[in-house]
């Protein structure tokens, strides 16, 4: 059958069907329809009728990126090479040679440990369009608002946060060294990328990390609708002895922004229950997310998911932790001043953040080794507990997927960089000074 034909049958199903998806006939018609409409080949993924379908039918559609990546393979290009290219990047809005060297580094590693929304993906929209609007700088100072032996708070002027949060994990480690513990507060930051990439700096330095971030606002509280706090990853580092620390790395939402991006970029839904609208709605539609989330008609649901049947008040809970101790002790701005946007005149607006890290040296409390053995123990009882029969093949451990990556990807020869970064990239190599010249032709060109 066409798609125009399906297509049509689809509409007169909706039009037989009043009262909404209450006549079961229907909508058993209408989803097995819709199932054969999504599979035929020429369809437009964007027609209305797949939201009409998830939202009101609750059809579940099948996600599409397998379909693809079978046809479109992104290139392999080498870390090292993609390293080079985002710190030249840097370098060419102005930032020293240490704070590209850095800021590169941790965008790496991102790509390194499978966490493709917070890598390269982020280099041009999240810092190179914000320094390009004004909103964020590529090379400010960091200030010392006040310190101690043991704490710190740091000014980061509107700098990259990929700069800043390193300097401050250092600073909390070098007085856990000397003191036992350091505890490092940032007012005036911005985005800092993977919050994993700082407690695992503790970790190998045998140290017990911890951090957090706020961010613009994206989840609504229990019970709410409006977006109010940040994705806000709250994020512990601890070393053990496996070839890895445990680094449990995540936001304190179902899903951070970054991965709703990575499921545009893959053309596939966002899965249901991770983001509701103004008028309470579960959404799946990707595109029409974003948009809205932008209009500040969607939020993302903390972790437990919209309501409390599921738990949602305590990732609700540890949200508002990160908020406050990111915003607390300096006195900084949360929710709308942290949006981006100034929302009177429409006009984009510095977006100045607050982080926290703590580090606690082990050898205070007791020999490393001993504590890596007794870490390592207890993750290795917690892998080989009994597994689930319709569980996936194994039981892992925070950090294990991060790790099983960097090896997978180290041995397939880098990352994969589907077409919409390469995009990124080739814009990005023609507006930037130099860049032409060094990078005439990139490896998929
Ligand atoms: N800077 C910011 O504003 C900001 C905001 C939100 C998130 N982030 C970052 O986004 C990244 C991704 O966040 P996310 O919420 O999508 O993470 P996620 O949902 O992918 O969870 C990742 C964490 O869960 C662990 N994990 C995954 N599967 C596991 C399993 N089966 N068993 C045991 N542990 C498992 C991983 O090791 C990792 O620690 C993080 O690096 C986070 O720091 C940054």
């Known amino acids: 059958m066409s798609a125009e034909t399906l297509r049509n049958e689809l509409l007169e199903l909706i039009g037989k069907n009043p009262n909404g998806n209450s006549d079961p006939a229907i909508v058993s018609q209408f989803t097995a329809k819709?199932?054969?409409?999504?599979?035929?080949?020429?369809?437009?993924?964007?027609?209305?009728?797949?939201?009409?379908?998830?939202q009101v039918y609750n059809v579940d559609l099948p996600p599409r990126a397998n379909k693809k990546t079978k046809t479109d393979p992104p290139t392999i290009v080498d870390f090292d090479y993609m390293k080079q290219?985002?710190?030249?990047?840097?370098?060419?809005?102005?930032?020293?040679?240490?704070?590209?060297?850095?800021?590169?580094?941790v965008l790496i590693e991102a790509d390194k440990r499978g966490i493709d929304s917070h890598g390269l993906g982020r280099l041009k929209p999240i810092y190179c369009d914000r320094i390009d609007k004004g909103i964020l700088w590529a090379n400010k100072p960091i200030t010392v608002v006040k310190e101690t032996e043991t704490t710190a708070l740091?000014?980061?002027?509107?700098?990259l946060g990929l700069y800043i949060g390193p300097h401050c994990m250092k600073l909390a480690?070098?007085?856990?060294?000397?003191?036992?513990?350091?505890?490092?507060?940032?007012?005036?930051?911005?985005?800092?990328?993977?919050?994993?990439y700082y407690t695992q700096m503790a970790a190998e330095e045998g140290c017990v990390g911890l951090t957090g971030t706020n961010a613009r606002p994206s989840i609504a509280p229990t019970f709410g609708v409006e977006p109010m706090l940040g994705t806000n990853p709250l994020c512990f580092g601890i070393p053990s002895d496996d070839d890895f620390p445990f680094v449990i790395d995540c936001a304190t939402s179902i899903n951070q922004r970054g991965k709703i991006e990575k499921y545009a970029r893959e053309g596939v839904d966002t899965p249901r229950g991770a983001v509701i609208d103004d008028e309470g709605i579960e959404r799946t539609d990707t595109e029409g997310i974003l948009r809205d989330m932008v209009l500040g008609k969607c939020a993302l649901t903390p972790v437990g998911g919209a309501g409390d049947q599921m738990g949602g008040y305590k990732g609700y809970g540890w949200a508002t932790v990160v908020e406050l101790l990111s915003?607390?002790?300096?006195?900084?701005?949360?929710?709308?001043?942290?949006?981006?946007?100034?929302r009177a005149t429409g006009k984009p607006a510095p977006m100045p953040l607050g982080h926290f890290f703590l580090a606690i040296n082990v050898e205070a409390l007791c020999p490393l080794d001993t504590f890596k053995k007794n870490?390592?123990?207890?993750?290795?009882?917690?892998?080989?507990?009994?597994?689930?029969?319709?569980?996936?093949?194994r039981i892992w451990t925070a950090g294990e997927p991060e790790n099983d990556a960097r090896v997978e990807r180290t041995a397939q020869g880098g990352m994969k960089v589907p077409k919409v970064l390469q995009q990124n990239m080739i814009d990005l190599r023609e507006a930037r000074p130099?860049?032409?010249?060094?990078y005439p032709k990139l490896p998929f060109e």
């Open 327 to 342: 915003t607390a002790f300096q006195s900084g701005p949360f929710g709308e001043d942290v949006c981006g946007i100034d």
């Open 34 to 54: 819709l199932l054969q409409y999504y599979e035929t080949p020429g369809v437009n993924e964007k027609d209305v009728l797949f939201s009409i379908g998830t």
């Open 434 to 438: 130099g860049l032409k010249e060094k």
């Open 85 to 105: 290219f985002m710190k030249d990047v840097f370098l060419s809005y102005g930032c020293t040679e240490d704070q590209a060297e850095i800021s590169s580094e």
């Open 375 to 393: 870490s390592g123990n207890l993750l290795n009882a917690l892998r080989a507990s009994k597994k689930s029969p319709k569980g996936p093949g």
């Open 173 to 196: 480690i070098e007085k856990a060294k000397k003191y036992g513990v350091g505890f490092v507060a940032a007012q005036n930051s911005t985005h800092y990328g993977i919050a994993g």
């Open 154 to 159: 740091i000014d980061g002027n509107l700098g």
